[in-house]
């Protein structure tokens, strides 16, 4: 896979399934200026993951259910697919949010992939299929409450944007914690910083 390299700052947190939830490593960010781990933004397209166990429960899709990653845009709260001149007409109009509610939709590639797979929209992070699924067959008022319950938002979002990870603010220290969900069988548990205190060959705290 050719990947650009990383001129900006980035930040990791790694956490132990097995030991539910080790920190394993903590990367605050590449050149020391900010501590990314702790520093609150946007969660993004990290959402998905959320958004991917709520279709699953729902057994709304499965993992190769074929979705679409085509032209389309959000009215209403409803998302509807159009062709692509109408889309690229829509595009010319200016302030359709404003004037019209309408709002329109790409991926962060501006490129739509047509017929996908779930998984494959999912590792592809594309934007248009996960806003058709939630909008049209989940809706916002139970993918609201859902994130709210998984600790991603502490309030209510009733606008699509929430799908893209569009809520308050979130540190990646907070969303480790909140992933825990994932391995530990939907419990959230707290992650361990500290497993002990070694001072030469014996361990004084543990």
């Excluded at 501590?35 to 279709?55: E, Q, R, V, W, Y």
């Excluded at 004037?99 to 490129?111: A, F, H, M, R």
Aim: glycine share 6%.
């Amino acid at each position: 896979v050719n990947a650009p390299l990383i001129t900006g700052n980035i930040s990791i947190i790694s956490t132990h399934p097995d030991t539910m939830g080790e920190v394993k490593v903590s990367v605050g960010g590449i050149d020391g200026t900010f501590d990314g781990a702790t520093s609150k933004k946007p969660i993004a397209s990290c959402i998905k993951i959320f958004l991917m166990l709520l279709i699953l429960d729902m057994e709304i899709c499965n993992l190769n259910t074929k979705c679409y990653d085509l032209p389309g845009f959000c009215f209403k709260n409803k998302f509807y697919y159009v062709n692509e001149d109408l889309y690229k007409d829509l595009q010319s109009k200016a302030n359709m949010h404003d004037v019209y509610g309408i709002w329109l939709n790409k991926n962060v590639d501006s490129i739509f992939k047509g017929d996908l797979s779930l998984i494959d929209a999912f590792w592809l992070s594309r934007n248009i299929p996960f806003l058709n699924i939630m909008l049209n067959h989940v809706g916002l008022k139970r993918l609201d409450q859902f994130l709210i319950d998984c600790g991603i938002t502490n309030k209510h979002h009733l606008y699509p944007s929430i799908i893209l990870g569009n809520s308050e603010d979130i540190s990646n220290e907070e969303f480790a914690h909140r992933c825990t969900i994932l391995y530990s069988n939907g419990y959230r548990t707290h992650y361990n910083w500290l497993n002990n205190i070694q001072y030469k060959d014996n361990i004084v705290y543990e």
